[in-house]
């Protein structure tokens, strides 16, 4: 039996994702487009199926696609400039986290005030968020 050939819905198949994300990938030159033969399809080599899961597991560490593709510019490079966007996005991340914290909180003391509220009273949480913020 001849083993099947890879072409762009078996490829995307392959790698998790949808035809679309794969002509996307080639338009913003995360992925070169293989040569289409004067009969048939274009057939992807295992190396394509392998980067669009590299692209995919980074975006899940929070790395844009800009991100990524410098990334990819340094796949055999320097492992200190490579290092160094990693140690940013860790950065990014952590601060996230802080502003995700105080977001939390404040939330939190609103939903409180809310339950310490009396039926008879306007709610806490719709006053508070509809207070303009002073500058």
């Given at each position: 039996?001849?083993?099947?050939?890879?072409?762009?819905?078996?490829?995307?198949?392959?790698?998790?994702?949808?035809?679309?994300?794969?002509?996307?990938?080639?338009?913003?030159?995360?992925?070169?487009?293989?040569?289409?033969?004067?009969?048939?399809?274009?057939?992807?080599?295992?190396?394509?199926?392998?980067?669009?899961?590299?692209?995919?597991?980074?975006?899940?560490?929070?790395?844009?696609?800009?991100?990524?593709?410098?990334?990819?510019?340094?796949?055999?490079?320097?492992c200190a400039q490579t290092r160094e966007l990693a140690e940013q996005k860790l950065d990014l991340i952590r601060e996230k986290i802080r502003d995700l914290q105080n977001m939390a909180s404040v939330l939190n003391k609103?939903?409180?005030?809310?339950?310490?509220?009396?039926?008879?009273?306007?709610?806490?949480?719709?006053?508070?968020?509809?207070?303009?913020?002073?500058?």
């Amino acid at each position: 039996m001849m083993p099947k050939k890879t072409t762009i819905s078996v490829a995307a198949r392959q790698a998790g994702v949808n035809i679309e994300t794969i002509r996307y990938y080639q338009r913003i030159g995360l992925i070169d487009e293989p040569p289409k033969p004067l009969t048939g399809y274009r057939i992807y080599p295992q190396s394509t199926i392998e980067r669009i899961r590299f692209i995919q597991r980074a975006q899940q560490l929070g790395f844009s696609l800009a991100e990524i593709k410098r990334l990819l510019e340094l796949e055999d490079g320097s492992c200190a400039q490579t290092r160094e966007l990693a140690e940013q996005k860790l950065d990014l991340i952590r601060e996230k986290i802080r502003d995700l914290q105080n977001m939390a909180s404040v939330l939190n003391k609103h939903i409180q005030a809310c339950c310490n509220n009396q039926d008879d009273q306007p709610c806490p949480l719709i006053a508070a968020l509809s207070k303009q913020q002073s500058k």
